[in-house]
């Protein structure tokens, strides 16, 4: 398994301008997909929500993000709300390297009339320590290896309206990632052309 390096993630993401929903959804949201190349390869940054009632992804593992403010482009709302979130000002410590397609959120098995675009940026430097909203209940790097490796592929066990499902899910020492970030994480290694 070929774990991309960030100067094939620039070039597959420059290849693949990113597509907006056909049409504009009520709500729009962006999330920011925070890299950082080390020596043992690419980290993706993670997030777990914190447990808040009336949240439909309380407690879901999550890149940093949220809902576009009256008067913001996409791209503004992912760099506010990881600064917001985590702490880490994207304009400063980041580089703009692409942007995946905008595609619509499915919250408890509903489409929700949101739509999310994923910004995917790369951290030059320390961006210094982690600040973290009450928003956020933890951070944690992931290696871009771990997250392609096919063992850690497990099923997730999800019951919707009292109908049990097992939906695909990544389980990375006790990060389970599914969902939407799944989605997302899927859409992301697809076009910087991972072969899973």
Do not use: K, N
């Amino acid at each position: 398994m070929a774990v991309p390096t960030l100067e094939q993630v620039r070039l597959a993401l420059a290849r693949r301008p990113p597509e907006p929903l056909p049409e504009r959804l009520p709500r729009r949201s962006a999330v920011s997909i925070v890299l950082r190349d080390l020596p043992g390869g690419l980290e993706l940054l993670f997030i777990r929500r914190a447990e808040r009632e009336g949240d439909l992804w309380s407690g879901h593992v999550a890149f940093p993000g949220g809902r576009v403010e009256p008067g913001e482009g996409l791209e503004e709302a992912a760099i506010r709300e990881t600064w917001e979130e985590v702490g880490i000002d994207l304009r400063s410590a980041g580089v703009r390297i692409g942007a995946l397609d905008e595609i619509p959120a499915i919250g408890r098995g509903r489409a929700v009339g949101l739509s999310i675009q994923p910004w995917v940026y790369a951290l030059e430097g320390d961006p210094g320590p982690f600040r973290l909203s009450e928003e956020v209940a933890a951070v944690q790097w992931v290696r871009f290896a771990d997250l392609l490796d096919p063992a850690r592929r497990a099923p997730f066990p999800y019951v919707h309206e009292g109908v049990p499902l097992v939906l695909p899910s990544l389980d990375v020492d006790g990060l389970v990632i599914w969902g939407l970030t799944y989605r997302m994480l899927e859409i992301f290694a697809d076009v910087v052309g991972v072969e899973r």
